[in-house]
């Protein structure tokens, strides 16, 4: 493939690219998708410079970023360490880790895109694609497994798919940290529990209008009831 | 509540604001800080924490102030890192403390930051504690505004600056030496150890690293006296522990406990016991990544760091989860290993590949495509996971996994071949129909 043949994209070509064997991949590089950057499957061109740092001057941030990026930089004996918090301040206004955004926090923080993205890359609450503003992760790992969690997942997933909840990431995930509210799920990081797969018309209704849903049931309500105060989790045989 | 002791960690936690310095300073707190910074000098801050005898809250168990002890003196740059990063499946006793009882742990960071003279402190909070990092933010800068923190605290001379952390969501930086490499700004992986972050830690520092609970410990040490402190608990494991119990209970919550206490207290007594008309069929003493003790062999031991161990367990985080009879195991292995396989930073191979393939044998077996063989190989594999990487996540899974198999390889046998059973079943019916209404094949 490295035979230049490529370099005039018009031309048919006798080998299938790689592309055209990952499902997905060939319309989402065909709808322009910001996620895969032009020149993916071509050869490395050895003879370029190597990665540069984009100079503040030429990249546009936001003040407000750049403000919170380098305060952050200032906490800590390296710069370096606020690699974190800065790309979470970028994602917070973009809404994911686009290239520009990535550009913008290598801009401030003076590192490569390649050092960021290998940073994003790595953790779980850094979008390197594009996702819903807002989330609904229903934890399912072990103590929530043990009393049906699946049940509520699948019970909010069905209620968004037939209220046609947009906008929303809603998923599976691992140990959220309290377990005394199982089964449970982080709306947009309020924890809400125990739930039963019977809410989840309630709580969709709410997202969609815009109402805190369940009040009462969130960890930081005033008037949350903790755990074991009233009834005992619901409990289904699952066999 | 049948153990009747006196509350340390959790004593006054319903308090309405006590997570506001004003009710805290009203509570006496602050006080064990003020003992620290004016009345002792840092080696006597050192020797009672070591005279009380506090073991890691995190899951090692390794005494705190041995630690501490091992962090250089003289004068250079040393740091203080709380580990806040709780991500274990089934543990949340940390969430508590740090959004009901912030200042606690920060007065708690300050003295064990005495008594090494760390100048710098981080407290690493994971990710999607979004609520209680905010809490602890605040209470931080509530401590500046007291002058607790910042320079010459409490006109003694001593500086110390805590920035609070929020990490990203990766189960791997609650592991020591991943949490430094995160901290410093880079991926999550493991470092090779040693050397040990008391030499060599954060920036290359002496670095002091403890658990939440840990460090709530500190105040309490200071404010009772170590003489005190240790008369509560077992003979090798001193002071309370915060126990979180999770999954098949009727109360599920945190609570606080003496150690050396019988399992049967904490799950039964405390946490109510299974539903009504279920057994303990097994329970994680501590946390998902602790071996499983069946009900029979576990719930008449005492509560604490040796007999845990003793009984091929261990204590770990202090997060019981129980399993009733009603569960297969199967699906709960699954589960458990699909979180270690998502987790795994993919630096050791063992780990890598150990957990990659230990969730696709067990997908096997809970489908039912699993051959006599694979039980034989999945032990294996659990074994030759053991021990072989830098860290301990691979060792998470294999240990839970691998007493599950070993404990009860009648039940995975028996549900790979009920799951065998059911596919052959639906292929005859399929292929004709009339064959299964009376079945010739099944198992004998």
């Known amino acids: 493939m490295a035979d230049g043949s490529r370099s005039n994209g018009s031309t048919r070509r006798d080998l299938p690219l790689v592309a055209d064997r990952m499902v997905g991949l060939d319309r989402q590089i065909a709808s322009g998708h910001p996620a895969v950057a032009a020149g993916w499957d071509m050869p490395v061109d050895l003879d370029k410079d190597p990665a540069v740092i984009p100079q503040l001057a030429d990249v546009e941030v936001p003040e407000d970023v750049k403000r919170e990026i380098e305060w952050r930089m200032s906490l800590y004996p390296d710069p370096r360490s606020a690699v974190l918090p800065a790309l979470k301040a970028a994602q917070r206004v973009h809404g994911w880790l686009s290239t520009d955004a990535m550009r913008q926090v290598a801009a401030v923080m003076k590192v490569t895109p390649a050092y960021l993205s290998s940073i994003a890359s790595f953790y779980d609450m850094l979008h390197e694609d594009p996702v819903g503003r807002h989330y609904v992760y229903v934890c399912t790992s072990v103590s929530c497994h043990l009393v049906n969690a699946k049940a509520v997942y699948d019970a909010i997933a069905a209620a968004a798919k037939k209220a046609r909840l947009?906008?929303?990431d809603i998923r599976e995930f691992e140990c959220l940290g309290a377990?005394?509210?199982?089964?449970?799920?982080?709306?947009d990081g309020r924890y809400v529990g125990p739930l039963d797969p019977s809410d989840a018309p309630e709580i969709v209704a709410a997202i969609k209008e815009g109402r805190?849903?369940?009040p009462g049931r969130g960890l930081e309500d005033e008037d949350y009831m903790p755990a074991g105060?009233?009834?005992p989790p619901p409990h289904e045989e699952t066999q | 509540m049948t153990a009747a002791t006196e509350l340390r960690l959790l004593k006054d936690i319903d308090e309405p604001g006590l997570d506001t310095i004003e009710v805290y300073e009203r509570r006496g707190g602050y006080s064990a800080l003020r003992t620290a910074l004016t009345e002792l000098d840092p080696d006597e801050v050192l020797e009672q924490i070591q005279a009380g005898d506090v073991r890691g809250r995190g899951g090692a168990g390794f005494a705190m102030g041995k630690k501490a002890s091992f962090i250089p003196k003289g004068d250079m740059d040393k740091y203080l890192v709380c580990n806040a990063d709780e991500s274990e499946p089934g543990a949340f006793k940390d969430r508590v403390l740090m959004q009901k009882?912030?200042?606690?742990?920060?007065?708690?960071?300050?003295?064990?930051?005495?008594?090494?003279?760390a100048n710098h402190g981080f407290i690493y909070i994971r990710g999607e504690y979004e609520l209680q990092a905010d809490v602890v933010e605040r209470a931080v800068r509530a401590a500046y505004e007291r002058g607790y923190l910042g320079a010459d605290i409490l006109d003694s001379g001593f500086d110390f600056e805590l920035v609070v952390h929020r990490g990203a969501g990766a189960y791997i930086c609650g592991e020591e030496m991943a949490l430094l490499d995160s901290l410093d700004g880079k991926r999550g992986n493991p470092r090779l150890k040693p050397p040990f972050p008391a030499n060599a830690g954060l920036y290359q520092g002496p670095t002091l690293l403890n658990n939440v609970e840990t460090l709530?410990?500190?105040p309490i040490i200071i404010e009772l006296g170590p003489e005190e402190y240790v008369k509560v608990g077992s003979e090798q494991s001193k002071g309370t522990k915060v126990v979180s119990v999770s999954g098949n209970v009727q109360r599920p919550g945190n609570y606080e406990v003496p150690l050396g206490v019988t399992c049967r207290e904490i799950i039964y007594g405390l946490a109510g016991g299974p539903p009504e008309g279920r057994e303990v069929k097994c329970f994680f003493p501590g946390g998902s990544s602790a071996p499983v003790l069946t009900g029979d062999e576990g719930l008449d031991l005492t509560y604490d760091f040796e007999t845990m161990a003793q009984a091929g367990s261990m204590l770990g985080s202090g997060s019981v989860i129980v399993v009733d009879d009603s569960q297969p195991l199967v699906p709960l292995a699954l589960r458990l290993a699909d979180f270690y396989r998502h987790e795994s930073c993919g630096k050791c191979v063992p780990c890598r590949e150990g957990t990659?393939?230990?969730v696709k044998m067990l997908e096997r077996v809970d489908s039912g495509e699993a051959t006599p063989?694979?039980?034989?190989?999945l032990a294996q594999v659990q074994s030759n996971i053991l021990g072989n990487c830098l860290c301990v996540l691979g060792d998470s899974m294999a240990m839970p996994i691998g007493s599950m198999l070993e404990k009860f390889r009648a039940e995975f046998e028996q549900h790979a071949e009920e799951a065998r059973a059911r596919n052959e079943a639906a292929v005859v019916e399929q292929a004709a129909p009339e064959l299964a209404a009376a079945p010739l094949i099944g198992p004998a």
């Open chain 1, 212 to 214: 805190t849903p369940l």
């Open chain 2, 216 to 218: 709530c410990n500190v």
């Open chain 1, 179 to 187: 377990c005394d509210m199982q089964p449970m799920a982080s709306i």
């Open chain 1, 166 to 168: 947009e906008g929303w």
């Open chain 2, 356 to 358: 990659n393939w230990t």
């Open chain 1, 229 to 231: 105060a009233g009834d």
């Open chain 2, 101 to 117: 009882n912030p200042h606690l742990l920060i007065e708690g960071c300050i003295i064990a930051a005495r008594a090494i003279e």
């Open chain 2, 373 to 377: 063989m694979d039980f034989e190989l």
